[in-house]
């Protein structure tokens, strides 16, 4: 019995840094989808940023502006002044991602894909009372003066150009012959409280609210609600065995 009662003390100990490092970084992953369109992102804390990989994870490519995934808003809960700090760090093609060139025969690649995507801290309710907004296309939201590169280049927001597909469709129509990336972008954001929580997440596609637009999944179990499962069950398991008188 003392033997099991080592083994269950190990593992108490293990399940409370697990609770104790699931406090400090943040690790979330949402999915959404709607018909043949689908998207990803994963929000993860590092150090003051928060990083986001932000995927277009169709599974069909692409033929209209309409599934291009062009924008996506978020919240940070809890709405503290921490939060509400956000500023634009950088953005990137993200790992295994590419730019796509249509039949137009534009294969000049833009020197910072920060020229073609926006930041913006929202009021309700542009959309839905989401505080976050990250875009490629204006939307009637952004403007080019709250792109990632704010000097040095042309700030674009116009069309679908830039936004994130699944690769392109041989039939696909003239809005379409337009720089786009493959797959997705690597996101950092400055000024992040690590105390905060990602809720209320929407991907949105085309150049146009009304156009396809969904909400991200609960995220999917993390470490912090694993440790605190496993620290309920061995408090039981303790209190069971009291009874006992063992």
């Given at each position: 019995m003392r033997a099991n009662r080592d083994i269950l003390f190990i593992l108490l100990a293990a399940a409370f840094f697990m609770l104790v490092e699931s406090r400090s970084a943040l690790a979330q992953t949402f999915y959404g989808s709607q018909g043949s369109l689908s998207a990803e992102a994963i929000f993860s804390s590092s150090g003051a940023n928060l990083d986001i990989t932000f995927k277009n994870t169709s599974p069909v490519p692409v033929s209209s502006n309409g599934e291009v995934l062009t924008a996506l808003f978020f919240t940070v809960t809890p709405a503290s002044a921490s939060t509400t700090s956000l500023s634009a760090g950088s953005i990137n093609l993200s790992n295994g991602?590419?730019?796509?060139?249509?039949?137009?025969g534009d294969n000049s690649n833009p020197s910072d894909v920060g020229m073609y995507w926006a930041f913006k801290q929202l009021d309700p309710p542009n959309p839905g009372a989401y505080i976050y907004g990250i875009s490629s296309t204006g939307l009637g939201i952004f403007s080019p003066n709250e792109t990632f590169l704010l000097s040095g280049g042309s700030a674009s927001l116009g069309g679908a150009g830039y936004g994130l597909v699944s690769g392109v469709s041989t039939d696909a129509n003239n809005g379409l012959k337009t720089p786009l990336i493959n797959n997705g972008v690597f996101i950092v954001l400055n000024h992040f409280n690590n105390g905060g929580m990602i809720t209320n997440v929407s991907f949105q596609f085309g150049t146009s609210t009304d156009e396809p637009h969904f909400?991200?999944?609960?995220?999917?179990?993390?470490?912090?609600?694993?440790?605190?499962?496993?620290?309920?069950?061995?408090?039981?398991?303790?209190?069971?065995?009291?009874l006992r008188g063992v």
């Amino acid at each position: 019995m003392r033997a099991n009662r080592d083994i269950l003390f190990i593992l108490l100990a293990a399940a409370f840094f697990m609770l104790v490092e699931s406090r400090s970084a943040l690790a979330q992953t949402f999915y959404g989808s709607q018909g043949s369109l689908s998207a990803e992102a994963i929000f993860s804390s590092s150090g003051a940023n928060l990083d986001i990989t932000f995927k277009n994870t169709s599974p069909v490519p692409v033929s209209s502006n309409g599934e291009v995934l062009t924008a996506l808003f978020f919240t940070v809960t809890p709405a503290s002044a921490s939060t509400t700090s956000l500023s634009a760090g950088s953005i990137n093609l993200s790992n295994g991602s590419s730019y796509v060139h249509t039949a137009s025969g534009d294969n000049s690649n833009p020197s910072d894909v920060g020229m073609y995507w926006a930041f913006k801290q929202l009021d309700p309710p542009n959309p839905g009372a989401y505080i976050y907004g990250i875009s490629s296309t204006g939307l009637g939201i952004f403007s080019p003066n709250e792109t990632f590169l704010l000097s040095g280049g042309s700030a674009s927001l116009g069309g679908a150009g830039y936004g994130l597909v699944s690769g392109v469709s041989t039939d696909a129509n003239n809005g379409l012959k337009t720089p786009l990336i493959n797959n997705g972008v690597f996101i950092v954001l400055n000024h992040f409280n690590n105390g905060g929580m990602i809720t209320n997440v929407s991907f949105q596609f085309g150049t146009s609210t009304d156009e396809p637009h969904f909400n991200g999944t609960v995220p999917t179990p993390n470490s912090f609600a694993i440790a605190a499962v496993a620290m309920a069950f061995g408090l039981l398991w303790i209190r069971r065995e009291r009874l006992r008188g063992v």
